[in-house]
């Protein structure tokens, strides 16, 4: 049996010996997703703490994908928020700026997950 024929049987629904089984499996590479930093908390929150969510959703690609590009924004804004803030303004001082970007980081992050990656 030649691989189209496989493929085509596979499609069909129609039951494939093992052989034609290991054929099929070197011929149809699985997809393999890759999620940003907060797409990844929030597909192992999912898993962990409500795992009946994580398998109704429809298109878990998508949801994780948009779970990152949600906070790629939410982060541009606050930064640029919290920037004109008297609070977080650079001095010079090389050890305060880092204390105060050390801060921004901290703030925003406990933001986005708190409103984007638990809540969602």
Known sequence: MNHQ??????????GLTVEEIKIYQSLVKPV????????TLAKKYL?????????????LPEYLHGVDAEADRMWSVLYEKLSV???FRKTGDFLHDLCVE?????????????EIVYRR
């Open 5 to 14: 024929e496989i493929l085509t049987k596979a499609e069909s629904g129609i």
């Open 32 to 39: 393999r997703h890759v999620y940003g930093k907060y797409g």
């Open 47 to 59: 898993e962990e703490e409500n795992p009946a969510k994580y398998w109704s959703i429809e298109d």
């Open 85 to 87: 803030s008297d609070r």
């Open 102 to 114: 050390e801060e921004k980081r901290r703030i925003i992050e406990e933001e986005i997950l708190n």
